[in-house]
Each structure stands twice: as C-alpha cells, then as structure tokens.
C-alpha cells in the first residue's frame, strides 16, 4: 500500500515521541511491504510562532489530502495564563477537528498487567478493565454561539445538536460494539438537557438495526462515579462532545497506563491518531518522554486502514519492550531507564 | 432556640433516615435547650402520587416559612424509564432549587480512618482528603432556555451565566477557603465557553478581596483527573452547575464513605440540608439503610444556623457509632449489622 501521512508533530515533546512513531511505522512498512510519505506541517504554539496561527491553511491542505494525519502534542506554557486570548493552540484544535470533520474521537482505556500496580484505584477493581470511548467531536457547546450581553455581564454558551449528528457518531458505536462484546452504553444527563434527551431518543431508534446490541442509557453524573468504581463493567460508551471531554480523561487516569493510551479522532475523509498525553513542556528535549502512546496511535492507524496485522506487529513489539523493561523513566519503577529514542529504536528492531 | 424545619422525607428509604435524623436532632435540641417543631411536607414520587406535583406549592409555602429544611431523598423507579416525561421527581427537585434561590450546593468530602479501605482508591491515595465543592445550583445550563427547531430534529439548551450570580457563589467559596486551608480552586473549561471565560475573570477580579486567600484554576477535564489521582491535594473547589453535578458525584466514591456525605444548598433566605446518596428504592421499608448520612446532615443544618457544639454532638455521636461498629450492614464488613432505627435510637442516646 501507498501511504501519504501528515505528520503534526506540534510542541513540547510532540516532536520526539512522533519521531519514535515514525521510525517504528517505517519499519513496519518495510517489513510488510508499504511505502510510507511523510508530509511534516506546522501546528500548535510552533505554528503561531512562525506564521502567526495555530493551524494555518497551508496545514490544512496537508492534512486533507493525506491519507491520515499522524499529531503530536500540543500547548505551551507561554500561552497558558489568559484563556481567552485569541491565538491559543487549542484554537487551532478545534479549527482543525472542525475543518477536518473529525466527529468521532475513540478513546480506549485498557489495562497492561505489568502497569497495575500505577494505577490509584486499587487491582481488583480495574483487572480487565478494556473500554472505548466514543466521543462526539465536532459540536455541542464547544460549537454552538457564544458570546456577551448586558455590556460583558452575561455570558452564554449555546449547545446544539441535529439528529444527523448524533446518528453518525452512535452508528460507529454500534459497529464498534459489534466487534466487541455487544454492550453499548449512552452517556447523557437527559433528565435535563433537551439535547440529552434527542440523543437518547435517537439511539433508542436505532436499537432495532443492531438487535444484537445490548443498549444502556446512564446519566453522566452516575458514569463519573461508576468509572471510578467498576470501569471494568464498561465496554464501549458514546457521549457527546462535553461529556466525553470530561470523562475520557476520567478514564484514562484509572488504567494506570495513562503515557501509553493512544486515540483517533475519524472523519468521513481523513482521519487522526494521537497520543492522550500532552505537550509535557517540562519534559521537551530531555529524551525522557514515552514515546508508546504515538506508537500505539499509529498501531490505530494502521488498522484503520484495514492492515490489522501491521498494527498487531506494533502492538506486540510494545508489550514485548514493557515486558523487556526496555522503558522510559515513567515506568521504570527504579529500575534502568532508557531514553524516548532508545525505546523507538528498540520498538523499530523488533517489528 | 427555636427552630422551624421543614421535613422533606421524599421517596424510598428518605422517610426511614429522615426518621433518624428527627431522632437525633430532637436528643440535641433537648440537651442544649432548643425548640424544633417539625413541619411534614410532600415531595417527589410521593407528592406525585398524592396531588400530582413533584414540589406542590403547599410543600413550597411550608419550605419558605421554614428556618430550614431537611431532605431525605426522591426518585422511583416507576419514573426512570422515560426521562423526558413531563412529571417526574427531579422536575421537583429543579423547580425547589429555583424558587427557594439554592443557589450554593455545599458537598463536602472528607475520610473516616475507619472506612479507608472502603475506597476504591488506594489508601495513600485518599488519607487526609477532605475537600469540598461549591456547585451552583440555580444557574447554567440546567435553566436556560431549551427546546427543538426544524421539526424536533435539532435540539439546542443554552447555558447562561451573570456576573452576579459567579459573585454571589465565588464570594461563598472565598469565605469558606478563609475558615479552611484558604486554598481556593475555580474549576472551569475557560479554553472553550465564554460562560467559563466570566466565571474566570470574575473570580480573579475577586482575589483582591481576599488576599489571603490563594486561588488556582483548574479546567474541568484536568479535574475530574486528578480528582481520582490526588483528592487530597484540594480544598475548596468552586464550580458550575452541570460540572459541579459530574465532579461531586465523582468525589463522592473516592472517599470510600458515600453512605455518610452530607451536603447543604444554600439560599438567601433558607437552606436545605440532605444526605448525598439516592433513594435506594431496593432498600425501602427494610431498615437496612444507613441514616448517618441524614444524621449529619443535620448537623450541618445545626452549624448554619450558629449552633458550632450542637453539631459537634451529633458528629461525635456518629464517630463513637463507627468506632464501636454500631452500623448498617454497607459498613458492618461482615460483622453485625444494625437496622436503620437501631442505629438512629443508638445516636440518640449517645448525644
Ligand atoms: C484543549 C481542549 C480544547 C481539548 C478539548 O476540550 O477538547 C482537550 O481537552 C481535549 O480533550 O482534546
Ligand atoms: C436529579 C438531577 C436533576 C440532579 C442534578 O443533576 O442536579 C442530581 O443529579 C443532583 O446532583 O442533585
């Protein structure tokens, strides 16, 4: 297979750990006989430093016509302090989730045995624990109009959801449960939001499509604690875009695995894998960053793609090196730890 | 003193620990010389039940006229399966909040040495955690303006904030944070809404006031992480409608004592006072459910109304019951398990 991958490396350690990705992904392709073109473009707070916008245009037609789109990290602490000003790298997130029509974030959160013990929830409550976020991507009230009233005194964020969009996003839930375990739980708070209650209805409608999907509706004030309190009773949930801000980073501390959880966001066109992690501007340069979350991210891409195999080939050189203890400083445990390229290096030699 | 308190036993197991709650309030007010008269009135399932109104004005005339009211709990199964029903019992519990101007939901968390391995979280995780969130409660999201467009099939809830109301409730959290740790954290998503870019500024244009006091802002998302990693690193936390309604529920499971949280929602005039949990309708009728919840929140109905010693009593009483395995069987960790009345007439004399 041809492959054209935008590589959005962004900031911090963005650029490090996407380099591991590559050099494990090139490996991959070698051995299975792909042909990989990387096409680099600017993003985040180093894109505002050289042309003045979080995801320039130039950028944007990168990544529309790439196959997939292979990010980083981005944010920098220089940009941290006033929220509201308007060149901030997160705007260029939403800018491109918006532009690339990226509704469907998949965030799964699964346990690696070896990491148990990292996580504050005791063992027995998250052994097993495999589950899948969908999560809506592309409106809500990260979308809808905001604005001022009363000379600055009222604030209002609106959230507006069609049926449409909806039925996109839990259309790929039901298939992703299908492939699964069969159990599908909608997360909303549909004892008060209007919206909530439209995305139950239109999941309820779609039940008779999937007969063989078990559905549960939940509230998302009892998902927050069940989370914490038997994740492992979930499998795949889809919510919509602020619920699902909140509880896939829930989630994802529970696991323990947190430098190791990859996402992607899918489009209708194109689609992105990342890692959850962020930018880690502490730690930019030092050659201490974990680079298998990115790893385990282009592992999705690949996949998606339909080349299971490639990404299993990726999957399994990480569990290999856990086991190998061939790990960065966050999980060495007071054992050796190597460096984010020794780890790539090692990953890429053992495809 | 004396005092007028509205009883609002509600639904399932609300009017056995409201019982208890009496039980021991009446054995302080006699100890320290006070006067309650206890003014029953309907809400929930049950006021459904009799007049077809989740919060009758009748129930809303003797709230308003009240020193006080003490809550049990509402809800019923025959309402869950269809959340958009126009009579349920949270509609109630909505339009109470309103109209009595609860604007200020008080949810502290806090450890029992005795229940630390109850948590989900590991122990070095929770020890010393004892935090409390402010929610707002009369505002956002939960009372904007809601409804559909184009034929039903898009459906939109504005979340609306003033000034005013982030002052009235940051100004609550300011001197709670000065008669605690004077750690304040404002939990937002400042990066996104312009209702969290108000909530903001407000609360930073407050700081002045109050220069003890140090304040930090955290976003949502990062919270409902390290809620889970590290509870014990906040204090006082003060917070939206609809985040302050994921986040306290959150909270609730890390401590490991969810069946003793108290909690208060606070208004101009009146306040009320009820346990966190549900009505835990399985449970209705058998004496088995915990009213040490209720009992303390009582007390703090006691504290609010200056009464420091009054709830100190009742907060010994239930420590002394814990350490002497006077509980229910969500506590008796194979041991003896006493009834709900049992527990409640132990209280009682032990004040
Ligand atoms: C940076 C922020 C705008 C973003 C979001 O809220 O979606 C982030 O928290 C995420 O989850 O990717
Ligand atoms: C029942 C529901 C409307 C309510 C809320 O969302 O406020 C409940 O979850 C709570 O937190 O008291």
Redesign the interface.
Known sequence: MKLNIALLAGDGIGPEVIDQAVKVSDAVAQKFGHEITWKPALTGAAAIDAVGEPYPDSTHEVCKNADAVLFGAIGHPKYDND??APV?P?QGL?KMRKKLGLFANVRPTFTFPSLLDKS???RE?IEGTDLVFLRELTGG??F?E???K?NG????????????EVQRLAKKGFELAMTRSKKLCCVD??????????W??TVQAMEKDYPEVEVSYEF???V??R????PNSYDVLITEN??G???T??A???SGSMGLMPSASMGAEVSLFEPIHGSYPQATGLNIANPMATVLSAAMMFENFGLAEEGKAMRDAVNKALEAGVVTEDLANGGKAYGTKEVGDWLAANI
């Open positions: 929220p509201s901030r997160e939403l504050p929830l005791k409550r009230i990260y809808g905001k604005g001022r009363d005194d009222t604030a209002y964020d609106n959230c507006v959801y069609t049926r449409e708070k549909a004892n008060v939001l209007e919206t909530s209650r439209l139950r209805e998302v004030d009892a927050a604690m989370l914490v309190q038997w602020l619920f801000d909140i509880l980073d829930e994802s501390v529970i």
